[in-house]
Each structure stands twice: as C-alpha cells, then as structure tokens.
C-alpha cells in the first residue's frame, strides 16, 4: 500500500460515525438532546427520505442492534427519532431497512432517571455507538451533558457484556442476566 493509501485509511478509520435525526418538534428545543448535539457540529436534521438509508433507532425494530452491525453503522450513519416518549403515537410507524432497537439500560437523564428503556435520544445514540465499537464517539456525545457520565456508569456492565453479542439470542440471555 502506498503513503497516501495507508493515510486515507487513517483518516477513514478516525472519522466519527455520521448522525442525523428526525426532528418531530414536540419538546422545548433548548432540552432536545439531539438539537444540543446539533449546536455542537455533532448531528444534523435528516429528513424522512435520507434516514431511511441510515440505521434508525426505534424502540419499535425486532431486529435489536448488534456488535456485527458496526460496519454498517459506520458506512450508514445512525438515525434517531427526536420526539417526546408522550406522543409515541407520532413515531411508531417510522422504520427503515436498517432499523434496529436497543437492549434493556437504564436511563440516566433527570426526566426519567432509572426508568428501563425509556432513553434519550444521545443515550440512545452513545448505547448503540457502544455496542457496535465506538466507544470514544459513545463518550464524546455523552460529555456534553452532565449527567451524561452516569449513563455509562450506570450500564457499564450491561454494555459491557453486549458489545460481545454474537446473535440476536445472545443478547436476549444477556438482558435477562441484567434485567
Ligand atoms: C422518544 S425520543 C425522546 C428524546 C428526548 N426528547 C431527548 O431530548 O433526548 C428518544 C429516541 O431515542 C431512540 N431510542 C430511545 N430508546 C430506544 C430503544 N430502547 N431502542 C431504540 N431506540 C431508542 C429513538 O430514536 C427514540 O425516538
């Protein structure tokens, strides 16, 4: 391989994996985790069409994201669904190709502190960058809020052990370990 190969490379692997987000308008702006992460080069608003193409995450996928999903995150890009959990009405029709869900964790922000599976937005994200190895992107996301740290600490094992899924079961036996 030559210099300019082994530098694009470089350059490729180092990239941060692209996030986009759907934005359904429903809460304050100034809380939108996803519109935080906006203000900080971080995200971007994706419309309907484009986050098709991308991996979205929904609550409402079967397929649960997987450690084996890391090159299609990486060449896709993660889509998220910034609405409010009180108007789940207004997102549960909306899928991809790509969808998937998330394991059990808990939640860390202060709106729903310790509630199972109710996340926000950026744990979504951090939890899914987690899973399928990038760890340093999953805690770069996460330092822009102050609880965010709990976050990772709270699910620390938990994500931990998902992060070896092999399959779908796998990760089904190592949520009812936890859960
Ligand atoms: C409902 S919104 C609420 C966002 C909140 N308003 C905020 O400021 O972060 C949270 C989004 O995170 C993702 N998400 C949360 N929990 C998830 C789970 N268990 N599986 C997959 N995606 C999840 C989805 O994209 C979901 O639409």
Redesign the pocket.
């Known amino acids: 391989m030559m210099d300019e190969d082994l530098n694009n490379a470089g350059i490729h692997e180092r990239r941060p994996v692209k996030v986009g987000f759907i934005y359904l308008k429903?809460?304050d702006p100034r809380?939108?985790?996803?519109k935080k992460l906006e203000r900080f080069g971080m995200a971007s608003i994706t419309r309907l069409g484009s986050a098709r193409g991308m991996v979205?995450?929904?609550?409402y996928?079967e397929r649960v994201i997987l450690p084996s999903d890391s090159t299609l995150v990486k060449v896709r890009g993660i889509c998220?669904?910034?609405?409010?959990?009180k108007r789940?009405d207004r997102?549960k029709t909306i899928t991809g190709r790509y969808a998937?869900?998330?394991p059990k964790?808990l939640a860390a922000?202060p709106v729903n502190y310790g509630k199972l599976?109710?996340?926000?937005?950026?744990?979504?994200l951090a939890a899914a960058l987690y899973i399928t190895g990038y760890m340093d992107q999953a805690e770069s996301v996460l330092s822009k809020f102050n609880w965010g740290v709990t976050f990772l600490r709270l699910n620390r094992d938990p994500l931990e052990l998902y992060s070896k899924a092999m399959t779908a079961e796998d990760m089904r036996n190592m949520e009812n370990e936890f859960f």
């Open positions: 429903d809460d809380k939108a985790t996803m979205i995450l929904t609550p996928s998220l669904i910034e609405g409010s959990w789940q997102f998937r869900s998330l964790l922000n599976q109710i996340l926000s937005s950026v744990e979504a």
